[in-house]
């Protein structure tokens, strides 16, 4: 079973920008699109951008869309998330996980702890 480990996160002031890693074990890891996910205090647990195995095709969610990008380097087994233009709004733990299509879907493996992301106004 992969195991996943986010990181990055933190506070930052509003039009900051902060990249999150998510580094996967094991060698499945490269046959999976992942996605990175959200939960806010209160909410569930919303999706947020994936890539698939080769990078070639990405996936994000409107509010997010044009500040966010989603990258991944196979060859050290970890996918990030750059966040640019932040906003109060995405404060949030942030979650990354394999997802059956770019466009989203039932998460696949189990949840690994999350990084907290923080954006003060």
């Known amino acids: 079973q992969v195991q996943l480990v986010e990181s990055g996160g933190g506070l930052v002031q509003a039009g900051g920008s902060l990249r999150l890693s998510c580094a996967a074990s094991?060698?499945?890891?490269?046959?999976?699109?992942m996605g990175w996910f959200r939960q806010a205090p209160g909410k569930e647990r919303e999706f947020v951008a994936a890539?698939?195995?080769?990078?070639?095709?990405?996936y994000y969610t409107d509010s997010v869309k044009g500040r966010f990008t989603i990258s991944r380097d196979n060859a050290q087994n970890t996918v990030y998330l750059r966040m640019n233009s932040l906003k109060p709004e995405d404060t949030a733990v942030y979650y990354c996980?394999?997802?059956?299509?770019?466009?989203?879907?039932?998460?696949?493996?189990?949840w690994g702890q999350g990084t907290q992301v923080t954006v003060s106004s």
């Open positions: 094991g060698r499945t890891y490269l046959t999976y699109t």
């Open positions: 890539i698939n195995r080769n990078g070639g095709s990405t």
């Open positions: 996980n394999a997802v059956p299509a770019v466009v989203g879907g039932t998460p696949l493996l189990d």
